[in-house]
C-alpha cells in the first residue's frame, strides 16, 4: 500500500531550478557549486529533488563532460524564464519596501492639504524622491469614503464624533477657530473676540459640506443664536476673496489663517469660548498600509501632532 505522503510528487522551488541552470551553464558540478556557494553533494541533492519532481534525468554527467539531456534541453529555455520572472518579481517587490518607487494616495481635508501638508510632501519628496504621493483633498463626508474604499491608505480628517468601528483614529493636533477680517476693519485692531460680537457682523459662511459650517453653526445656536449669514460660499479661497473686498468677517481654521500671510486680512483669536476642530490620522481598522504609506504617515504625525497653531 502506497501512503499518501508516497504518492505525492516531489516538491522543488527556484533553488532546484537555480541549480539546474547553473550546471548547464557551467558544464561543470565543481564550478557550478562555487558559484553558488554550495558542496558538490549539496548542489547534487538540489539537482535529484528537481529530477524527481519532473520524473526525468536533466543532466548526464560523465568523467569529462557534463550536459543536459533531451529532456534538459527541452526545459532549459523555461527554466530561463523562471529565474528571470522571479529576480524581476523579487526586486519590484525589493523596490516597494525599500521606498524606492511607486505611487502613496491619501485624502485629506481641503485646508490640511493646502495650509499644512506642502512641507511634509516637501520632506518626504526630498527623502523619497521616486515615490509620487496623490492627495484626495475633498470635504469630510469623501474624505471617509475614499478610505472605507480602499482608494486612500490613510486620510487626516477633522473629528466630529465617535470614530465608527471599521476606521481608527490617531489624534493629531486641535486647531482653533479665528475670526478673520481685513486688516482695516474695526476688530482688526483689537483683541480676542466673543463669539457674542458677531450677532450684529456680516458673516461670510462656508457651506454646509464643510467641517467648519457645522462647528461654528453649533457653536452658535448653543448660545440661542440662529446662524444669519450675509454670504455663504463652498470653498476657503472664495471666502478669503470676499473677506479681502471688505464684505465680512468670516471664521476660519487657526491653520488656514497661519498660511494666508500674503493678504490683506489677519486674525483675532475667537473667546467665550475657545473652539477648535480636533484633526486625525484615520485609517480602516485591520489594513495594512503599504513601506511608502507608513514612512508617509510617520512624517505626517511627526509634522502636525502637537503642532501649534491659530491666530
Known sequence: M??????????????????????????????????????????????????????????????RAVAPTAIGRSFLPSARRLLQQFEETAAGIRGVIEVAGGQVT???????????????????????????????????????????????????????????????????????FVLACREDHPLAAGGPVAWSALSDMPVIALGSRSGTS?????????????????????????????????LGVGIVPGMAMAGLSGHRLVARPLTEPAVARRLVLLERRGATLSPAAVALRSMVVQALAGRAVGG
Not at 541552470?21 to 529533488?49: H, P
Open 2 to 63: 502506497i501512503s499518501d505522503t508516497e504518492s505525492m510528487p516531489a516538491e522543488f522551488g527556484i533553488p532546484e531550478v537555480e541549480a539546474f541552470v547553473r550546471i548547464v551553464d557551467c558544464g561543470s558540478f565543481r564550478q557550478a557549486a562555487a558559484e553558488m556557494r554550495l558542496t558538490q553533494s549539496a548542489l547534487t541533492q538540489r539537482l535529484k529533488k528537481l529530477e524527481a519532481a519532473l520524473g526525468a534525468r536533466l543532466v548526464d554527467r560523465t568523467t
Open 106 to 176: 491619501i485624502a485629506s481635508l481641503i485646508s490640511v492639504a493646502t495650509y499644512a501638508l506642502p512641507p511634509v510632501l516637501k520632506a518626504f519628496a526630498e527623502r523619497h524622491p521616486r515615490v509620487g504621493v496623490r492627495i484626495l483633498d475633498e470635504a469630510e463626508q469623501e474624505i471617509v469614503q475614499h478610505l472605507r474604499s480602499g482608494e486612500a491608505e490613510f486620510a487626516v480628517d477633522m473629528l466630529t464624533g465617535p470614530v465608527e468601528p471599521d476606521l481608527t483614529a490617531t489624534p493629531l493636533t486641535d486647531d482653533p
Open 214 to 246: 457645522r462647528v461654528v453653526n453649533a457653536q452658535l445656536t448653543a448660545q440661542g443664536r440662529s446662524p444669519a449669514w450675509r454670504h455663504e460660499v463652498q470653498h476657503l479661497s472664495t471666502l478669503v476673496g470676499l473677506l479681502e473686498a471688505g
